[in-house]
């Protein structure tokens, strides 16, 4: 089928802790709009059948509770009201976003799907009603090519987000489509969670994902797309994101992904938004890992000088690290009861300080959860302090098997090159209790190669 995302400059409010009345919010957000309605026409016209626009693209970011307020639409949670806001505006009030979006889905006949703020007014008697006595939600929205309002979700890992309430439950949200069966949706951060994104995948065996983020890139391991292609490939699902276009702010990276290509832009250089449309596989059947023998563990010579380990932050974490000195060689370093393993060549030396990286433990900075990482990534500089600082670039070509004794089955294969591009392992999987990535000679310099594990059960 043939998808597209669209990576969205948002006109941002200059002032967003102000108050303003509803009027000037919609004046506002009607300017983001119709960038959104050239952009629907623009996609359909190259025969798309599905458009994701990004999380926040529409009213932008860093309101406050009641300075939001104005900005968001009401809408119903509730698979019993069957609606179509384009064909039906007087149902509710304070629905004019809703209306706009789905009489652009209707208007060109696509499926589409968008994020805003809604409102619904809740009981005092709800143990869960705020003190104001609404409930505000980051939600998605996704109308179909009639503009029917099909599914909405409530996204429930908010990201420092005081204007927004996370919802009593996490919504497991739907909708089906002729061209590639059941997509389902989640917003930004749930990406790192169990809930609801990996128990929405595992109980409805779901093949196609819509994904509206506002990403902030992290460096080595947390970029958008180095994430978004880990999550399509990990999960065996497509994956459709779209993210804001902020480079000041760190925000880039969208892409179409399947689990073995991905159609992707990342800028931090250039401004306005992108339009990115691809024809992808729909898939219906499990793609099998291709598993090969896993090296032999390096046994250890006595008499053979072992690299010093030091430690560095990267991520925020402290990791343990050995530096990857030489041409070729055997590594191994652990932490808590991680130990991961390397084997590499390299056809040329270059002056580029690598090392291999572990870390173990909760992560507790902007989030708590708990990370397991084995990543091989370029240092900042020759010397071991740079090592888990941000690097774009790259020359070095290393062919590399890199593995860890994982406790986590969920573990997500970065592969991140020169100039923030993607490419694919040539082999991953589980061989004798480790988890591992094989590669020879990425298409360029290698940035990142990395088993990002996650252990849910322990954050």
Not at 63 to 73: C, E, G, K, V, W
Request: charged share 15%; with cysteine.
């Amino acid at each position: 089928y043939v998808a597209a995302v669209y990576e969205h400059e948002s006109i941002l409010s200059p002032n967003p802790t102000a108050l303003v009345d509803r009027r000037s919010a919609l004046e506002l957000m009607g300017r983001n709009l119709d960038i959104y309605e050239q952009q629907v026409v623009a996609a359909a016209r190259q025969g798309a059948q599905i458009i994701v626009f990004p999380e926040d693209g529409i009213h932008g970011f860093n309101f406050t509770r009641s300075s939001i307020y104005p900005y968001l639409d009401f809408v119903v949670h509730s698979h019993s009201v069957k609606w179509n806001p384009c064909r039906e505006p007087y149902l509710f009030n304070d629905t004019e976003v809703l209306q706009r979006l789905s009489c652009m889905a209707l208007k060109n006949k696509i499926f589409l799907v968008a994020n805003l703020g809604t409102k619904q007014p809740c009981e005092q008697t709800d143990p869960h009603c705020p003190s104001d006595g609404r409930y505000q939600f980051n939600t998605n929205v996704a109308f179909n090519d009639d503009g029917m309002l099909v599914a909405t979700y409530r996204k429930h890992n908010l990201y420092f987000e005081y204007a927004f309430d996370t919802p009593p439950e996490p919504d497991y949200k739907l909708f089906d489509t002729p061209f590639a069966g059941k997509f389902g949706m989640f917003t930004c951060f749930d990406i790192l969670f169990f809930e609801p994104a990996v128990n929405l995948i595992r109980q409805y065996n779901l093949k196609q994902v819509v994904y509206p983020t506002a990403w902030m890139n992290q460096l080595p391991l947390l970029s958008a797309v180095e994430f978004q292609q880990a999550f399509a490939t990990a999960f065996n699902v497509n994956i459709l994101a779209a993210n804001i276009h902020h480079p000041t702010l760190g925000m880039t990276g969208s892409g179409i992904y399947t689990p073995v290509k991905s159609f992707i832009y990342h800028n931090m250089e250039g401004y306005g938004g992108k339009l990115v449309v691809a024809e992808i596989p729909v898939i219906t059947t499990d793609y099998k890992t291709n598993l090969e023998r896993t090296p032999d563990r390096a046994s250890e010579k006595g008499n053979e000088q072992l690299p010093p380990t030091f430690y560095a932050e990267m991520m925020y974490d402290n990791f343990t690290f050995v530096p990857v000195w030489g041409e070729k060689g055997e590594l191994q370093v652990c932490a808590n009861t991680l130990c991961c393993y390397l084997t590499y060549q390299r056809a040329v030396l270059t002056d580029e300080l690598y090392a291999l990286g572990v870390f173990d433990g909760l992560h507790t900075v902007h989030g708590t959860y708990y990370v397991q990482a084995c990543a091989l990534v370029k240092c900042g500089g020759l010397s071991f302090s740079t090592c888990g600082q941000e690097v774009t670039d790259a020359t070095a070509l290393i062919d590399f098997q890199l593995w860890g004794n994982m406790s986590t089955s969920y573990i997500f294969p970065l592969l991140l090159t020169s100039g923030i591009t993607l490419d694919y392992a040539d082999h991953m999987g589980w061989k004798n209790n480790h988890y591992f990535i094989s590669k020879n000679r990425t298409s360029s310099g290698l940035l990142t190669a990395a088993l990002y594990g996650r252990w849910y059960e322990k954050d």
